[in-house]
């Protein structure tokens, strides 16, 4: 994230050489593609990339259709599970999927605590168990100008909340990830402030649109998107998401963020997905989703404007 910017970058650059190698594939066969899209209703882009190059985690049974989805065609499987920020595994877009393969997340404790009047400690079945899993299919955009659009599968974090419930101390939420040198060769090239860790306000935190997040494409996570349980804030910057979580503490004060501490004047605590407001290195004003050629324009609060009321009489700018 701190690196390059991405207006600087060729298309090959942000978009994995399976993308835009199976493009050219998609244009020769394109006729075929479409026709046989239009046997499951699918659009022909959903062809343009096998699912099967890294299928395979436990399916997940019984979602709930979730009226919060958009009813944009999702990227492909392949895409979202190769091109990922997980530094503690590597700093490369397509490091993760590799170096993080045998990441062990069974057994895998969750621990709620702080300005709570139940503290509790999870393991992960019983936490899938809190409440229906949602499929919800949010929009996703990263600081660094790409875009992807995920079917997740989760439940809002309010429910977690409420059965801990917050003492009226409680203001913010703090969200910590695991620290495993042993398993994260990531941690040896420095760069954050380790354990990852993230915040959100308790409104924002209690939002319905803020997803506990176990699963994507109707499986489980795969380790590089974060398994076995993160974040989803879709309205924010993608890096306001915390993966493999081990942590979830409400405090008083403002939590520290590992991307705030790591540099302050380009990582606000907000974050909000906002095109007026522009990273002091690049513009925000538009994206790339992963897959296309041409950039779009990205959308306040990345279009989830149901959000904009909790942020009534805040300088979005001050506050970024
Ligand atoms: N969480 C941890 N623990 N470590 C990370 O490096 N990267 C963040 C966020 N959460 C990150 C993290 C960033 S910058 C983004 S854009 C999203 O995860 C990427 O999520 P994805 O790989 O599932 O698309």
Not at 9 to 23: D, G, I, W
Not at 154 to 164: A, E
Not at 234 to 248: A, D, I, L, N, R
């Amino acid at each position: 994230m701190l690196i390059k910017k991405p207006s600087d970058m060729r298309y090959s650059e942000v978009t994995p050489k399976y993308l835009y190698m199976n493009r050219r594939n998609f244009l020769a066969g394109a006729a075929a593609a479409a026709g046989a899209a239009a046997l499951v209703g699918r659009s022909a882009g959903d062809w343009l990339e096998p699912r099967s190059v890294q299928a395979g985690g436990a399916k997940l049974e019984n979602l709930v259709k979730s009226p919060f989805s958009t009813p944009e065609k999702y990227t492909s499987y392949d895409a979202i599970t190769h091109y990922n920020n997980y530094y503690e595994f590597s700093t490369s877009k397509d490091g993760p999927a590799v170096k993080a393969q045998n990441f062990k997340t069974n057994p895998w404790t969750v621990s709620v605590e702080g300005e709570v009047s139940k503290p509790e400690k999870f393991d992960i079945a019983s936490l899938m168990k809190l409440a229906p899993l949602e499929e919800r299919i949010y929009r996703h955009r990263c600081v660094e100008g790409w875009s992807i659009v995920v079917p997740w599968v989760g439940y809002s974090l309010s429910v977690l909340i409420n059965r801990v419930q917050p003492t009226s101390k409680a203001k913010f939420v703090e969200f910590t990830t695991d620290l495993d040198p042993k398993q994260m060769p990531g941690l040896r090239e420095g760069g954050l402030d380790w354990p990852y860790t993230e915040g959100l306000r308790l409104d924002e935190a209690m939002h319905p649109l803020t997803l506990l997040c176990f699963g994507l494409y109707g499986e489980v996570l795969p380790n590089q998107n974060g398994a076995p349980l993160r974040t989803v804030i879709p309205w924010k910057y993608g890096f306001k998401c915390t993966k493999s979580m081990v942590k979830v503490r409400f405090t008083e004060k403002q939590p520290a963020t590992a991307w705030n501490k790591a540099n302050p004047t380009e990582y606000g605590f907000y974050s909000n997905v906002n095109p007026t407001v522009d990273h002091p290195r690049w513009s925000q004003a538009t994206e790339r989703r992963l897959g296309e050629f041409s950039k779009r324009k990205t959308l306040m609060f990345n279009g989830y404007d149901q959000v904009a009321s909790l942020y009534t009489g805040m300088d979005l700018r001050k506050n970024f």
